[in-house]
């Protein structure tokens, strides 16, 4: 990361103003932070560079495809440009971040889900079920060799992680993203979704009991036909 | 330190597994779970789906074209966000040269129109002035006589009275309609004007129920003067079958809101006078 902001740092710096190098140690987001402020397009630009990846793992986390990431990634960064100057110096920028992300893909979602566009849960039993009958014929295939075997095995089982994860309450989904995929901590991700640590832990529990138990179920009942 | 039974430690597992727990509660689920085989192969199992879990969930590579993409987007939008004029710049745009001229034209026309709607109104609206006036035409005897109304017959129909003097008389227990009657002298008619405060009526129908509530006060107990204006001794009365000695019909003049609709009230009198229903009407306040 210190890498790619050194190179974003070096390839613009005849268009930027020049800032000190302790200036940007400190806190290269901060300096960045003001010149976007200020209508610096270019440090803009250099904002999204940075925070663009983070942006579009938890849209993709929370949204579950290609383009509702992109629209939402889109959409984060016109509210970022918008709102950059109520944020306030000093404040967690990855945080104030993650915030709008994840109320940018939870008005998205709702908005697919008013028009119609929401994701079904049978079309979610279905693919499990697809699943199975997946799992069921690798093996009664006894051509399959053991390491194919498992390898299939395997990927059915992140198969059905991903549905699992589908298949949770928004709140849940946003905070096992956040905890567990992007690895912010309790008090992070509380900050991020605006509630309190406490809650968090819970739907942080909830949400792996929830996991582990639909696959649990699924890989089950796929074996049970053996 | 607590000891924690499995089901107490099963819903504290999914955090322990992952490290989230602190202090005497992670220190009492590790007791637990060093004791209990089936907890511990629970925490194993956690431990196992969490790793799985970010193993299935890694976003998959979108490429360079696709954050260009993103970046681009959002770049032109904000471009032509700000190319966008500001709507004070807008209204200013709107309202230059020979625009500025059509609109303060319409402006006028608009506020003429306004004027002559609220001058409109407020001459609908001079019903309850007149009202006023007839009050003030009761407190001042050299102008108007305003006479109580009963009603003559039958007797239990409920009738409005409005006394002369203020507070004494009884009035509508709605309040909603005031019936006054003035009788003029200089008019040579004893004509009754039927004031309403809020709803004047403008139908037949309405009047009906004013007419219900209006009692003619018998001509012997009005003003000599009035009643002779009132009476109609030709037509009506050979009709009445009543005789000469005395008025056989009074006329009431109701005027409605609608000054194309006048009700001209044609009541019989009892020769006799006034009878036991009448008692307990006033009957005429002169002055």
């Given at each position: 990361m210190a890498a790619e902001i050194a190179h974003i740092f070096l390839t613009g710096a005849e268009e930027l103003p020049t800032r000190t190098c302790e200036e940007e140690r400190a806190d290269p987001f901060a300096a960045l932070i003001s010149l976007a402020r200020a209508g610096n397009a270019l440090a803009f630009e250099r904002l999204m560079l940075l925070t663009e990846r983070r942006v579009v793992s938890v849209a993709w986390h929370l949204l579950g495809n290609r383009d509702d990431a992109r629209d939402a990634a889109q959409e984060v960064f016109l509210r970022v440009y918008k709102y950059l100057a109520r944020f306030r110096e000093g404040e967690d920028f990855h945080g104030w971040l993650y915030r709008i992300t994840v109320n940018v893909c939870r008005d998205?979602?709702?908005?697919?889900?008013?028009?119609?566009?929401?994701?079904?849960?049978?079309?979610?039993?279905?693919d499990a079920q697809a699943t199975?009958?997946?799992?069921?014929?690798?093996r009664r295939d006894a051509r399959t060799p053991p390491d194919a075997e498992r390898a299939t095995l395997r990927s059915q089982q992140l198969t059905l992680i991903r549905r699992a994860l589908a298949t949770l309450p928004e709140k849940e989904r946003a905070a096992i993203v956040l905890r567990d995929l992007e690895g912010l901590s309790t008090e992070e991700v509380a900050r991020?979704?605006?509630?309190?640590?406490?809650?968090?832990?819970?739907?942080v529990s909830s949400a792996r009991a929830k996991i582990k138990t639909y696959c649990d179920r699924l890989l089950r009942e796929g074996g049970s036909t053996r | 330190m607590k000891t924690l039974n499995c089901e107490q430690a099963s819903e504290l597992l999914p955090l322990y597994a992952a490290g989230d727990l602190e202090g005497a509660r992670a220190r009492e689920v590790a007791a637990h779970v060093a004791a209990c085989d089936g907890c511990s192969t629970l925490v194993?199992?956690?431990?196992?789906?969490?790793?799985?879990?970010?193993e299935a969930c890694a976003p998959p590579e979108f490429g360079a074209d696709f954050y260009a993409g993103v970046r681009s987007a959002v770049l032109a939008e904000i471009a032509r966000d700000q190319s966008r004029p500001s709507t004070p710049s807008l209204i200013a745009a709107l309202f230059s040269g020979r625009r500025l001229a059509y609109a303060?034209?319409?402006?006028?026309?608009?506020?003429?129109?306004?004027?002559?709607?609220?001058?409109?109104?407020?001459?609908t609206r001079a019903m309850p002035q007149e009202?006023?006036?007839?009050?003030?035409?009761?407190?001042?005897?050299?102008?108007?006589?305003v006479i109580a109304v009963n009603t003559p017959s039958p007797p239990q129909r409920a009738t409005t009275s409005i006394n002369s003097q203020p507070g004494n008389g009884r009035r509508d227990d709605s309040g909603s309609r005031a019936l006054f009657l003035k009788a003029r002298r200089d008019a040579g008619l004893s004509r009754l004007e039927t004031e309403t405060r809020r709803d004047m009526p403008t139908t037949l129908g309405t009047m009906q129920h004013v007419r219900d509530e209006v009692a003619v006060v018998p001509r012997a107990s009005l003003d000599p003067a009035l009643v002779s204006a009132a009476s109609v001794p030709?037509?009506?009365?050979?009709?009445?079958?009543?005789?000469?000695?005395?008025?056989?019909?009074?006329?009431?003049?109701?005027?409605?809101?609608?000054?194309n609709i006048r009700i001209i009230w044609l009541a019989p009198r009892k020769a006799e006078g006034p009878g036991p229903d009448h008692d307990n009407h006033e009957n005429v306040d002169r002055n």
């Open positions: 998205l979602a709702r908005k697919r889900r008013a028009g119609g566009e929401q994701l079904d849960e049978t079309g979610i039993d279905r199975r009958e997946n799992l069921r014929d690798d991020a979704l605006g509630s309190r640590p406490v809650t968090v832990r819970s739907q | 194993a199992a956690y431990d196992e789906g969490r790793s799985l879990f970010a303060t034209t319409f402006a006028l026309l608009l506020l003429a129109c306004l004027v002559a709607l609220q001058h409109l109104r407020r001459n009202i006023a006036r007839a009050q003030q035409d009761q407190s001042d005897p050299s102008r108007n006589e030709s037509a009506v009365e050979s009709a009445s079958g009543e005789s000469q000695s005395g008025p056989e019909v009074s006329r009431i003049e109701i005027q409605t809101a609608d000054p």
